[in-house]
């Protein structure tokens, strides 16, 4: 039962990873997001509560630094899909946020990019999250 609770709150309020809070002027060149994304992370509820989480992540470029994000991300027991768009701040630095239509959340999101991997740092007052991808 109470891991269901947490699947709940979980689906409900931190999930929903990654559309722009900041928007910041164009950035000079870097490695790309564009393209496939998969990996994994920690979840950590507002409650305290923890769960693991996997994530697939498509990135798609919208038009000069800005692009497009949808994510599907699960845990033992919830699926998410969620959307958003990002924004490319510095060389290998992306900002945005995500919705996720299903619980009506957002949630703000800060990547890295180095070479072949990101790492996505997920926040939101219901959570955050620490997610480390990699391109497929």
């Known amino acids: 039962k109470r891991q269901l609770l947490i699947s709940r709150l979980f689906a409900r309020f931190m999930l929903p990873v990654l559309t722009v809070f900041i928007i910041a002027p164009a950035a000079t060149a870097g490695p790309s997001i ?10 950590v509820l507002s409650s305290g509560a923890k769960e693991r989480v996997r994530c697939r992540v498509n990135y798609g470029r919208v038009a ?3 692009f497009s994000l949808s994510a599907r991300c699960a ?5 998410i899909d969620q959307s958003g768009e990002l924004e490319r701040v510095s060389k290998n630095r992306y900002v945005g946020q995500v919705h ?9 999101v800060r990547i890295t990019v180095a070479g072949r991997r990101q790492t996505v740092a997920i926040s939101s007052r219901h959570g955050r999250a620490t997610i480390s991808l990699k391109r497929r």
Request: glycine fraction near 22%.
């Open 100 to 108: 996720n239509k299903q619980f009506g959340v957002l949630a703000r």
């Open 34 to 43: 564009s393209g496939q994304w998969v990996g994994k992370g920690t979840v």
């Open 75 to 79: 845990t033992g027991a919830t699926r």
């Open 64 to 66: 000069g630094q800005t």
